[in-house]
Protein backbone atom coordinates (compact mmCIF):
# COMPACT_ATOMS: atom_id res chain seq x y z
CA UNK A 1 0.00 0.00 0.00
CA UNK A 2 1.47 3.45 -0.87
CA UNK A 3 1.68 6.00 1.93
CA UNK A 4 -1.11 8.78 1.80
CA UNK A 5 0.61 12.38 0.05
CA UNK A 6 -0.31 13.91 3.67
CA UNK A 7 1.17 11.19 5.32
CA UNK A 8 -2.41 10.22 7.17
CA UNK A 9 -3.44 6.86 7.95
CA UNK A 10 -6.11 5.38 5.75
CA UNK A 11 -8.53 5.99 8.28
CA UNK A 12 -7.58 9.35 9.57
CA UNK A 13 -8.99 12.83 9.42
CA UNK A 14 -7.60 15.87 8.54
CA UNK A 15 -7.28 18.30 11.41
CA UNK A 16 -10.99 19.53 11.71
CA UNK A 17 -11.96 22.96 13.89
CA UNK A 18 -15.12 24.54 14.09
CA UNK A 19 -15.41 28.18 15.50
CA UNK A 20 -18.75 29.72 16.15
CA UNK A 21 -19.92 33.02 16.53
CA UNK A 22 -17.66 34.42 13.17
CA UNK A 23 -20.24 36.52 11.11
CA UNK A 24 -21.38 39.02 13.55
CA UNK A 25 -25.08 39.80 12.16
CA UNK A 26 -26.05 36.45 11.29
CA UNK A 27 -28.03 34.01 14.10
CA UNK A 28 -25.84 31.11 13.61
CA UNK A 29 -22.56 31.10 11.91
CA UNK A 30 -19.69 28.70 12.13
CA UNK A 31 -16.51 28.30 10.36
CA UNK A 32 -15.38 25.45 9.56
CA UNK A 33 -11.57 24.16 8.94
CA UNK A 34 -10.87 20.64 7.40
CA UNK A 35 -7.18 20.54 6.36
CA UNK A 36 -6.29 23.19 3.81
CA UNK A 37 -10.48 23.86 3.47
CA UNK A 38 -11.96 26.60 5.20
CA UNK A 39 -16.09 27.12 4.58
CA UNK A 40 -18.29 30.29 6.58
CA UNK A 41 -21.53 28.76 7.26
CA UNK A 42 -24.06 31.33 8.64
CA UNK A 43 -27.82 30.88 9.72
CA UNK A 44 -30.02 33.59 8.46
CA UNK A 45 -33.88 33.65 10.01
CA UNK A 46 -36.83 35.29 7.82
CA UNK A 47 -40.18 35.56 8.87
CA UNK A 48 -41.74 33.86 5.68
CA UNK A 49 -41.64 30.90 3.58
CA UNK A 50 -41.53 29.38 -0.17
CA UNK A 51 -44.78 30.14 -1.84
CA UNK A 52 -45.71 26.74 -2.30
CA UNK A 53 -45.39 26.49 1.81
CA UNK A 54 -48.04 29.39 2.46
CA UNK A 55 -50.73 29.10 4.89
CA UNK A 56 -49.17 25.22 6.12
CA UNK A 57 -47.77 26.35 9.14
CA UNK A 58 -44.29 24.63 8.68
CA UNK A 59 -41.14 26.03 7.61
CA UNK A 60 -38.41 25.19 5.62
CA UNK A 61 -34.52 24.64 5.66
CA UNK A 62 -32.34 25.75 2.13
CA UNK A 63 -29.44 26.37 1.01
CA UNK A 64 -26.83 28.44 -0.52
CA UNK A 65 -23.20 27.62 -2.01
CA UNK A 66 -20.27 29.72 -3.43
CA UNK A 67 -16.31 29.59 -3.42
CA UNK A 68 -14.44 32.81 -3.41
CA UNK A 69 -12.73 33.80 -6.66
CA UNK A 70 -8.97 33.10 -5.01
CA UNK A 71 -10.31 29.40 -2.95
CA UNK A 72 -8.30 27.75 -5.92
CA UNK A 73 -5.12 27.89 -7.01
CA UNK A 74 -6.12 29.84 -10.02
CA UNK A 75 -9.16 32.48 -10.09
CA UNK A 76 -12.07 31.38 -10.75
CA UNK A 77 -14.54 34.16 -11.74
CA UNK A 78 -17.55 34.89 -9.84
CA UNK A 79 -20.99 33.17 -10.74
CA UNK A 80 -22.68 36.86 -9.99
CA UNK A 81 -20.50 37.99 -12.87
CA UNK A 82 -21.08 35.13 -15.20
CA UNK A 83 -24.66 36.06 -14.82
CA UNK A 84 -25.60 32.58 -13.73
CA UNK A 85 -24.93 29.28 -11.39
CA UNK A 86 -22.87 26.36 -12.31
CA UNK A 87 -24.48 23.03 -12.28
CA UNK A 88 -21.81 22.29 -10.05
CA UNK A 89 -22.66 24.79 -7.56
CA UNK A 90 -26.58 24.07 -7.93
CA UNK A 91 -26.10 20.60 -6.96
CA UNK A 92 -23.71 21.17 -4.10
CA UNK A 93 -26.38 23.56 -2.99
CA UNK A 94 -29.13 21.33 -3.16
CA UNK A 95 -26.87 18.56 -1.15
CA UNK A 96 -26.52 20.76 1.70
CA UNK A 97 -30.09 21.64 2.06
CA UNK A 98 -31.62 17.95 1.72
CA UNK A 99 -29.42 17.02 4.41
CA UNK A 100 -29.98 19.66 6.99
CA UNK A 101 -33.80 19.23 6.20
CA UNK A 102 -32.97 15.79 7.21
CA UNK A 103 -32.63 16.77 10.49
CA UNK A 104 -35.32 19.48 11.12
CA UNK A 105 -38.87 19.04 12.32
CA UNK A 106 -40.32 21.64 10.04
CA UNK A 107 -43.66 21.79 11.65
CA UNK A 108 -41.88 22.57 14.68
CA UNK A 109 -40.68 25.40 13.27
CA UNK A 110 -43.54 26.93 12.48
CA UNK A 111 -43.83 29.66 9.55
CA UNK A 112 -40.55 30.86 8.75
CA UNK A 113 -37.57 29.95 7.00
CA UNK A 114 -34.18 29.54 7.58
CA UNK A 115 -31.49 29.80 5.05
CA UNK A 116 -27.95 28.29 5.09
CA UNK A 117 -25.14 29.98 3.18
CA UNK A 118 -21.81 27.93 2.64
CA UNK A 119 -19.06 30.32 1.65
CA UNK A 120 -15.67 28.49 0.50
CA UNK A 121 -12.73 30.49 1.56
CA UNK A 122 -10.04 27.86 0.48
CA UNK A 123 -10.73 24.67 -1.26
CA UNK A 124 -8.61 21.92 -0.48
CA UNK A 125 -11.02 18.97 -1.30
CA UNK A 126 -14.49 17.94 0.76
CA UNK A 127 -15.84 21.49 0.69
CA UNK A 128 -19.62 20.12 0.18
CA UNK A 129 -18.93 17.62 3.41
CA UNK A 130 -17.27 20.46 5.60
CA UNK A 131 -20.37 22.81 4.38
CA UNK A 132 -22.87 19.87 5.56
CA UNK A 133 -21.04 19.53 8.74
CA UNK A 134 -20.27 23.48 9.58
CA UNK A 135 -23.86 24.65 8.12
CA UNK A 136 -25.54 22.16 10.98
CA UNK A 137 -23.62 23.39 14.11
CA UNK A 138 -24.72 27.36 12.68
CA UNK A 139 -28.37 25.61 12.24
CA UNK A 140 -28.55 24.48 15.96
CA UNK A 141 -26.96 28.16 17.21
CA UNK A 142 -29.80 29.89 15.52
CA UNK A 143 -32.84 27.16 15.90
CA UNK A 144 -31.31 27.88 19.95
CA UNK A 145 -31.43 31.86 19.61
CA UNK A 146 -35.02 31.38 18.12
CA UNK A 147 -36.10 29.23 21.18
CA UNK A 148 -37.00 26.27 19.44
CA UNK A 149 -34.12 23.79 19.64
CA UNK A 150 -36.78 21.01 19.75
CA UNK A 151 -36.96 21.22 15.71
CA UNK A 152 -33.46 20.01 15.61
CA UNK A 153 -34.33 15.98 15.42
CA UNK A 154 -30.57 14.94 15.55
CA UNK A 155 -27.10 15.39 13.77
CA UNK A 156 -26.03 15.48 10.59
CA UNK A 157 -22.38 15.20 9.14
CA UNK A 158 -20.68 14.27 5.97
CA UNK A 159 -16.78 13.21 4.91
CA UNK A 160 -15.84 11.58 1.56
CA UNK A 161 -14.05 8.70 0.66
CA UNK A 162 -11.95 7.26 -1.85
CA UNK A 163 -9.99 3.97 -3.47
CA UNK A 164 -6.85 5.54 -4.17
CA UNK A 165 -3.22 4.67 -4.77
CA UNK A 166 -2.85 3.79 -1.15
CA UNK A 167 -5.88 1.83 -0.63
CA UNK A 168 -9.73 2.87 0.76
CA UNK A 169 -9.02 6.24 2.65
CA UNK A 170 -10.86 8.45 4.66
CA UNK A 171 -11.30 12.17 4.02
CA UNK A 172 -9.46 13.15 0.88
CA UNK A 173 -7.77 16.14 0.34
CA UNK A 174 -7.22 17.58 -3.34
CA UNK A 175 -4.37 15.88 -4.38
CA UNK A 176 -6.42 12.35 -3.60
CA UNK A 177 -9.42 13.60 -4.87
CA UNK A 178 -8.12 14.41 -7.90
CA UNK A 179 -6.67 11.46 -8.97
CA UNK A 180 -9.30 9.02 -6.51
CA UNK A 181 -10.31 5.26 -8.43
CA UNK A 182 -13.28 5.94 -7.07
CA UNK A 183 -14.59 9.11 -4.57
CA UNK A 184 -17.70 9.17 -2.65
CA UNK A 185 -19.48 11.34 -0.59
CA UNK A 186 -21.55 10.01 2.33
CA UNK A 187 -24.03 12.13 4.37
CA UNK A 188 -24.90 10.67 7.98
CA UNK A 189 -26.78 11.12 11.17
CA UNK A 190 -25.33 10.29 14.50
CA UNK A 191 -28.36 7.85 15.44
CA UNK A 192 -26.87 5.73 12.43
CA UNK A 193 -28.91 6.71 9.27
CA UNK A 194 -28.66 7.62 6.05
CA UNK A 195 -29.02 10.77 4.21
CA UNK A 196 -27.69 10.58 1.31
CA UNK A 197 -24.70 8.84 -0.69
CA UNK A 198 -23.00 10.27 -3.49
CA UNK A 199 -20.06 7.61 -5.39
CA UNK A 200 -18.62 7.65 -8.63
CA UNK A 201 -15.71 4.99 -10.05
CA UNK A 202 -13.35 6.33 -12.50
CA UNK A 203 -10.97 4.17 -14.12
CA UNK A 204 -12.88 0.72 -13.28
CA UNK A 205 -16.16 0.06 -11.52
CA UNK A 206 -15.70 -0.61 -7.52
CA UNK A 207 -17.04 -3.75 -5.73
CA UNK A 208 -19.53 -4.41 -3.15
CA UNK A 209 -16.98 -5.08 -0.99
CA UNK A 210 -14.85 -2.62 -0.90
CA UNK A 211 -18.41 -0.22 -0.92
CA UNK A 212 -18.24 -1.57 2.87
CA UNK A 213 -14.92 -0.58 3.61
CA UNK A 214 -15.80 2.85 2.35
CA UNK A 215 -18.78 2.85 4.18
CA UNK A 216 -17.09 1.66 7.88
CA UNK A 217 -14.35 4.37 7.31
CA UNK A 218 -17.20 7.23 6.34
CA UNK A 219 -18.87 5.63 10.22
CA UNK A 220 -15.42 6.41 11.65
CA UNK A 221 -14.82 9.95 10.13
CA UNK A 222 -18.56 11.04 11.33
CA UNK A 223 -18.58 9.93 14.46
CA UNK A 224 -15.67 11.80 15.22
CA UNK A 225 -17.15 14.42 13.65
CA UNK A 226 -20.05 14.73 15.27
CA UNK A 227 -17.88 15.19 18.32
CA UNK A 228 -16.32 18.44 17.24
CA UNK A 229 -19.79 19.83 16.27
CA UNK A 230 -20.62 19.61 20.14
CA UNK A 231 -17.61 20.46 21.22
CA UNK A 232 -18.05 23.68 19.07
CA UNK A 233 -21.58 24.13 20.70
CA UNK A 234 -20.63 23.29 24.35
CA UNK A 235 -18.13 26.26 23.99
CA UNK A 236 -20.66 27.96 22.33
CA UNK A 237 -22.79 27.37 25.73
CA UNK A 238 -20.26 28.23 27.71
Known amino acids: MSERPSGRTDNALR ?10 HAEGSALIRVGGTEVLCTAS ?22 MLPRATHTRGSREAARGK ?11 IGRSLRACVDLKALGECMITL ?5 NADGGTRCASITGAWVALAIALEGMGKS ?3 TGQVAAVSCGL ?19 DTNFVLTADGGIVEIQGTAEDRPFRPEEFQILFDLAQKGTKELFAVQKEALARKKG
Open 85 to 95: QSGRTQEIQRL
Open 117 to 121: DCDVL
Open 150 to 152: KAL
Open 15 to 24: PVTIETGFST
Open 164 to 182: TAAGPVLDLDYAEDSSAQA
Open 45 to 66: VETRVPPFLRGQGQGWVTAEYG
